[in-house]
């Protein structure tokens, strides 16, 4: 799994995962994509499983997935609400609100 190659509508308002499970640098593409939309947009993930660095392809991937972090870190994401459903595994250092 590598990043996000999803192309984002303008208009996008809302984006729901649920049940299935994504490598940590999918989901840093897809929070920085959504960020880029520059409006606000609900996020949530229900009984949705993130692929921890470890787990993460190979020596190489980790690099590329510590330069995404940094970018992401570096994103204003106050536009993005996340909700985190009963069940999901909370993987996420950012404001995350449970439901």
Same mark, same amino acid.
């Given at each position: $799994?590598g990043? @996000? ?5 303008s208009s996008?308002?809302r ?7 994504c490598?940590?640098?999918w989901? @840093?593409?897809?929070l920085?994509?959504l960020c ?8 949530e ?29 570096? @994103?204003? $994401?106050s536009n ?5 459903? $009963?069940?999901?595994?909370n @993987?996420?250092k950012?404001?995350v609100t449970?439901?």
């Open positions: $799994m990043r @996000c190659d999803l192309q984002m509508p996008l308002k984006i729901s995962l649920q049940t299935g499970e490598s940590s640098e989901l @840093c593409s897809l920085i994509k880029a939309l520059d409006h606000h947009i609900e996020y993930l229900c009984n949705f499983v993130v692929q921890s660095r470890g787990e993460d392809c190979d020596a190489n991937s980790n690099i590329h997935v510590s330069e995404l972090r940094s970018e992401l870190l570096a @994103c204003d $994401m993005i609400k996340i909700l985190v459903k $009963m069940g999901a595994r @993987c996420l950012y404001s449970q439901v």
